[in-house]
């Protein structure tokens, strides 16, 4: 009878877990943080779960992660990469105590970071070594990792995944044409993949025209049947899993 008590109760326990038929969630970073009050500050004001992704080579990061954290946003390190140039940028060819040194230095004018993307960096997430020895690193430190996939040859998210260190990859760009009508159209296109695998992370930058897309279509999401999560949310729903456009059977393509 214990055993049986006991069945049932995790029967019901899995059911209260499972996750609802026809979810869609989404997750929205914004780059590039730490440049501006103003535009932080909008940022900031943004509804929902919005992560700040903040830039240590910039005059207000400190301030802005101590007022973002204060606000209950996820911070996460933006960390220049080849071809961002730079104190804190990672190039090819550097010995490996030197980009220690430079993440940590990074990490200390980001206060409160709960992992870290990659700014630029098309060149350098395609360098196989350095990108373990992050991914390690991060292990170590309890932080994640956001691939930002500005290159298809990238390797971060694959030695991320290898490494079993929690971690996602970007979907959408938001705004590489910075004009509202299509920034529009790129966030209508994250809720429809967001509705075909289940979730959607995007990517934008604190543009005028980005924010005020934002800010008119973020509350109406929830109309669009979509439910608008934090970043570590995102992670623990993706579960380390490649996407499709990424992968094939949740596996990184670039392995």
């Known amino acids: 009878m214990r055993y049986l008590l006991c069945l049932v109760f995790c029967l019901l326990a899995g059911v209260a877990q499972a996750a609802p038929a026809g979810k869609a969630y989404m997750s929205i970073i914004i780059d590039d943080l730490g440049q501006s009050p103003n535009r932080d500050s909008r940022t900031l004001a943004l509804p929902g779960p919005v992560t700040m992704a903040i830039m240590p080579d910039t005059p207000h990061a400190t ?110 760009f938001l705004d590489d044409v910075r004009t509202t009508e299509a920034i529009a159209g790129q966030l209508q296109q994250g809720v429809a993949l967001a509705h075909k695998q289940g979730s959607a992370v995007l990517i934008g930058h604190p543009y005028p025209q980005t924010l005020e897309v934002l800010a008119r279509e973020l509350p109406r999401l929830k109309s669009q049947g979509i439910t608008l999560l934090g970043l570590p949310q995102m992670i623990a729903e993706r579960s380390n899993q490649a996407m499709p456009a990424h992968g094939r059977q949740g596996r990184y393509s670039n392995r």
């Open 63 to 172: 301030d802005f992660a101590r007022q973002a954290h204060k606000a209950g946003k996820t911070v996460i390190l933006h960390m220049p990469m080849d071809p961002a140039t730079g104190p804190y940028a990672w190039h090819p060819g550097i010995a490996g105590e030197e980009l220690a040194r430079r993440l940590d230095s990074a990490l200390l004018k980001v206060p409160y970071a709960a992992g870290i993307n990659n700014h630029m960096g098309s060149r350098m997430t395609a360098q196989r070594e350095p990108m373990a020895w992050l991914m390690g690193e991060l292990q170590r430190r309890h932080l994640f990792f956001v691939d930002s996939r500005t290159s298809a040859a990238t390797v971060a998210a694959a030695e991320a995944q290898a490494q079993g260190l929690a971690h996602v990859s970007r979907d959408v």
